[in-house]
T-cell receptor, first 119, second 111 residues
Framework: GAGVSQSPRYKVAKRGQDVALRCDPI?????LFWYQQALGQGPEFLTY????????KSGLPSDRFFAERPEGSVSTLKIQRTQQEDSAVYLC?????????????????FGPGTRLTVL | KQEVTQIPAALSVPEGENLVLNCSFT??????LQWFRQDPGKGLTSLLL?????REQTSGRLNASLDKSSGRSTLYIAASQPGDSATYLC??????????FGKGTLLTVNP
């Protein structure tokens, strides 16, 4: 596709509900990242995929957060039993990179984000 | 742990003025540094990426410099326009691929 797309753009959930956020990366991009941006803050890293492999999930705030990328393209971030502190914008980014020695660009391209509000 | 600081937190200037945004980072072992623009309610738009081996990058009215050894970068905007009003974010990439962001500088350019 022309860019990274995310859906839904806005999500309102009642506390305790499960939510699923979708990310469609740029076609052919190997790497995919999820970030969480609280109001007035910079984005913070959640997790990273290289193709279908989740190589780093150190930023996931709790075991209620789960991400997958089963076929190495589309990714889903799932949040179980949502809490008010989960309210934030969830950003997805993709890049061509294979690794630090790879010849592909490591520039990350971001989607528009999903704004999650937990009531 | 990498920490990124952006100064100032907010800046208001009249149209036409040249301006500088500052970014500093604590760990100089970075692979690259990116400057992004974020409009209200929108995602991030990449403006410039500087690889660790580079000193600066230019795109139109924007010029970004990188001094890796001192942990500093600046974004220079020439002849500012009201359309430049946005939040500008600086981010560094370490060996683990993840970007560490600053909190951003909110820029307002007044007509």
């Amino acid at each position: 596709g022309a860019g990274v797309s995310q859906s839904p753009r806005y999500k309102v959930a009642k506390r305790g509900q499960d939510v699923a956020l979708r990310c469609d990366p740029i076609s052919g991009h190997v790497s995919l990242f999820w970030y969480q941006q609280a109001l007035g803050q910079g984005p913070e890293f959640l997790t990273y995929f290289q193709n279908e492999a989740q190589l780093d999930k150190s930023g996931l705030p709790s075991d209620r957060f789960f991400a997958e990328r089963p076929e190495g393209s589309v990714s889903t971030l799932k949040i179980q039993r949502t809490q008010q502190e989960d309210s934030a914008v969830y950003l997805c980014a993709s890049s061509q990179q294979l690794g630090t020695s790879g010849g592909l660009s490591n520039e990350q391209f971001f989607g528009p984000g999903t704004r999650l509000t937990v009531l | 742990k990498q920490e990124v600081t952006q100064i100032p937190a907010a800046l208001s200037v009249p149209e036409g003025e040249n301006l500088v945004l500052n970014c500093s980072f604590t760990d100089s072992a970075i692979y690259n540094l990116q400057w992004f623009r974020q409009d209200p309610g929108k995602g991030l738009t990449s403006l410039l990426l500087i690889q660790s081996s580079q000193r600066e990058q230019t795109s139109g009215r924007l010029n970004a410099s990188l001094d890796k050894s001192s942990g500093r970068s600046t974004l220079y905007i020439a002849a500012s326009q009201p359309g430049d009003s946005a939040t500008y974010l600086c981010a560094v990439e370490g060996s683990n691929y993840k970007l560490t962001f600053g909190k951003g500088t909110l820029l307002t350019v007044n007509p």
